[in-house]
């Protein structure tokens, strides 16, 4: 087994990889990685979640302890723990935003106003899928070796 295959590059760690979104006809939102932001698509920059993360998940479920611990939390409880530790830390950034036909600019209030509602699920599970994807976090190095394997 090669190793290098999963060598991530720590730069994109760091700042993070942009994205293109769109939303399909039955109204889910994708993304696609991009090296840039597009100046008229809409994007956002996502961080891959750390010891940041961590903390702000686990403060932001300190009010809630005693629900979680009796089993008593519901869907929006839950959105609203991850989605504030997901707009204080992995969703560096976003352009060419709209609510409606009203430009959305990006700021962490904006951010915890959409992935704490419930009805914007769809974007907070988005963000977390991203946030999940190691493919695009795979140093030059470990592309070669992918692009090698696949021949071996």
Known sequence: MNLVRAKVD????????YWLLSVKEDGTMEGTPTTCPHPEKGWIRVVAPGVRYTRELNEA???????????KTDDDIDTLIRGTAIAKTVLAEWGNLKMGDKDLPYSVENALNLL???SWRNFLGLI?????SRAV????EAKKAEGNSAAE
């Open 128 to 132: 977390e899928a991203i946030a999940d």
């Open 137 to 140: 976090l795979l140093d030059e």
């Open 116 to 118: 704490t509602d419930r």
């Open 10 to 17: 720590v730069t994109k760690l760091s700042i993070g990889t």
């Open 61 to 71: 479920r300190r009010e809630f302890l005693p629900l979680i611990r009796d089993g």
